[in-house]
Nanobody, 117 residues
Framework: QVQLAESGGGLVQAGGSLRLSCAAS????????MGWYRQAPGKQRELVAA?????????ADSVTGRFTISTDNSNAKNTVYLQMNSLKPEDTAVYYC?????????WGQGTQVTVSS
């Protein structure tokens, strides 16, 4: 099993920045991809950004150039970050951390990000 714990959400004005963190624990070996998804009210959950074990990244078109995903595996931190800049009201959503390991998918509990206009 893999446990994911997110932090860093909150309320920010449009144009501002936030950094989300997701600490992975448990059976974390062989995790192949970690990523961030978001779900706004009345909408489906969508991929925001993902990063593979070799560092390859993938971003949704709507966040490219504004968001950056990164990892820190030093000193057993096993943490994935999402740096969000130039935030827009349409970025308002619950953001979920995701980890994929073999055929299993794991989710964090979610953290609310609210961007005011």
């Amino acid at each position: 099993q893999v446990q994911l714990a997110e932090s860093g959400g909150g309320l920010v004005q449009a144009g501002g920045s936030l950094r989300l963190s997701c600490a992975a624990s448990g059976s974390i070996f062989s995790i192949t991809v970690m990523g961030w998804y978001r779900q706004a009210p009345g909408k489906q959950r969508e991929l925001v950004a993902a990063i593979t074990r070799d560092g390859t990244t993938n971003y949704a078109d709507s966040v490219t150039g504004r968001f950056t995903i990164s990892t820190d595996n030093s000193n057993a931190k096993n943490t994935v970050y999402l740096q969000m800049n130039s935030l827009k009201p349409e970025d308002t959503a619950v953001y979920y951390c995701n980890a994929q390991k073999f055929s299993s998918t794991y989710w964090g509990q979610g953290t609310q990000v609210t961007v005011s206009s």
